[in-house]
């Protein structure tokens, strides 16, 4: 076995125990030595691959972050209209976490507020994906505003009160595993703050990324 299968067979298991333990104890409480012991290998060969556990711990928030993305935008091909644009991401998101908890506890357990902190951890992963979710959300508010669907609606400020709410989801998970009431009052939320006063209006597309 070369050196570089031999790496590509080290890494999934070291990414699944690295998310394993952090869950488990946080991520402060998680040490390379015990990351290597649970995935079977030495911890030189941790050393080697990822230098440190913060390098870890960026490579696991930037999958979570990649995967809500494209699930997200591939959700909203052929929507016609904003609120369900709106609607369809919020069920993506509260989907994925509830599928696929530890890797939002990850993140969770890393930093509680949820705003990686660049002057202890390499990356701004969470925060990038909400600055992501922020647009997905505003360019989607814009689309009903354009067409005539949304009354005294500011975009900016209401894309920031939706991704407060799913924000929330994330910190709910870590005292309790059961997200699904928030996700019916955020649909909830959506319908009722987006309630289209002209549904009559023509239904262009929404805006190309730029």
Known sequence: MTPQSNEADMLPEILRAAR?????NGFEATTIHDIARLAGVEAEAVVTLFKKKENILFI???QTRHNILRLSKAATVGSKEPVDTLKRLVKVFINYTE???????V????DPSLRLDLSRFPNKEYDFLRDEYLYLFESAIDWGIRENHFEGVVSRHAAKVVVSLLNGVC?????DFTVSYLAEEILMFV????????PAAGGSAP????
């Open 20 to 24: 394993d333990l952090i869950v488990r």
């Open 60 to 62: 696991l928030a930037r």
């Open 99 to 105: 599928n696929n908890t530890d890797e939002m506890i």
């Open 107 to 110: 993140l969770a357990k890393a």
């Open 171 to 175: 910190t709910q998970l870590c005292t």
């Open 191 to 198: 319908e009722k703050r987006f309630a289209g006063p002209d």
């Open 207 to 210: 805006p190309a990324e730029g």
